[in-house]
């Protein structure tokens, strides 16, 4: 991106996409405008100010690469007449060869892909990214059904996922921190939110989360993902767990996402386990003083998923974490 009042675009006007004696339309703040990257003078330019800044901080470990236009004024002034069809495919390849030289010099780099839309999420950028934004909307009940929407597509590992704020800036709903950070710890957890804004519980209980994220992290990026209830199958809860590739150890996560008096909720089956295996229940993000009746128990792999469990989820926005590891 670029925009109209800037030194960039007073000196290289061409360097924009658009097409010659047209009046441009503009995005955000009525000045924003796309950069050509079908034109290597772009590209290089783009790499140079990328490597310039991380080469002068080279603390910096993530990077936000938001594209938040749409290309709405279409045309080139590097390509020719016979390639101004093709705009889309050389934009994309020029975006390519700049992402690719920053991912070779700088392999370790955090990088996700934003953008405004769904268009965010697309298996063309992957190789370039490390994760990419699924949506705005951070609320979690609502994320509950997004990312398990978005995870038949793509794993865990590229799914940020971030704690937001209460009540949420986009549907008023105020949910518990437990509720958000167990829905954002089933993708790549992050956080939307302002430490020094939080009470010293809040923050207690995020550094008592995290910590327990980065326990389970290679489970739930780099093990198999077995749905187990659907939140739209309208049963009041919503259920999946992960599984290392051994099977030794798992991660099971339940979300209540209707509360009504009288509910009865069913219980719930687990999969991909060892059978032959048996497994120590331990809870994680714990909100309450008293342990489940099943904390510390060791119970088979062909137990939990014949049988299943039936879980205290009393409270609106009730969850669970719990963590399978094998034991002799």
């Known amino acids: 991106m670029t ?8 000196k290289h006007p061409h360097w924009v996409i658009g097409q010659p004696n047209r009046e441009l339309r503009h995005g955000r703040g009525g ?11 772009v590209q ?24 938040n236009m749409n290309i709405n004024n279409y045309g080139s002034h590097h390509l020719p007449a016979e390639r101004q069809s093709h705009l889309y495919i050389d934009y994309h390849r020029g975006f390519a060869k700049v992402m690719q030289r920053i991912r070779d010099k700088y392999p370790d780099m955090v990088i996700q892909a934003c953008a405004s839309g769904g268009g965010r999420a697309n298996y063309g950028v992957l190789p370039y990214f490390d994760e990419f934004w699924v949506s705005d909307n ?34 008023g709903r105020v949910m518990p921190l437990k509720l958000r950070f167990d829905v954002a710890m089933t993708g790549r957890l992050g956080m939307e939110m302002q430490p020094r804004n939080m009470t010293d519980d809040e923050r207690a209980f995020s550094r008592t989360a995290i910590s327990n994220y980065k326990e389970i992290r290679e ?8 749905r187990l209830v659907s939140p ?5 809860v919503a259920s999946l767990l992960y599984t290392a590739p051994g099977k030794e150890k798992a991660v099971f996560f339940v979300f209540k996402t209707k509360h009504f008096h009288g509910q009865v909720l069913p219980p719930l089956r687990m999969a991909g386990l060892d059978p032959g295996k048996n497994y120590r229940i331990r809870e994680l993000n714990r909100s309450d003083s008293e342990d489940l009746p099943i904390e510390g128990n060791v119970i088979s792999g062909a137990l939990l998923m014949d049988t299943g469990l039936e ?6 926005y009730a969850s669970r974490v719990l963590l399978l590891t094998e034991v002799d």
């Open 31 to 41: 000045t924003q405008l796309v950069l050509d990257l079908s034109n290597p003078e």
């Open 44 to 67: 290089e330019f783009i790499y140079k100010l990328i490597d310039d800044l991380l080469t002068r901080h080279p603390q910096i470990a993530y990077i936000k690469w938001d594209a």
């Open 311 to 316: 879980l205290p989820l009393e409270k609106e």
């Open 138 to 171: 951070t609320e979690a009940l609502q994320r509950i059904y997004m990312q398990w929407g978005i995870s038949y597509f793509f794993p865990a590992v590229a799914m940020a996922a971030h704690v937001g704020s209460s009540p949420n800036h986009q549907t």
């Open 3 to 10: 925009n109209s009042v800037s030194e960039l675009y007073e």
């Open 232 to 236: 739209y199958d309208d049963n009041g």
């Open 219 to 226: 489970v739930v990026q780099q093990g198999d993902l077995y």
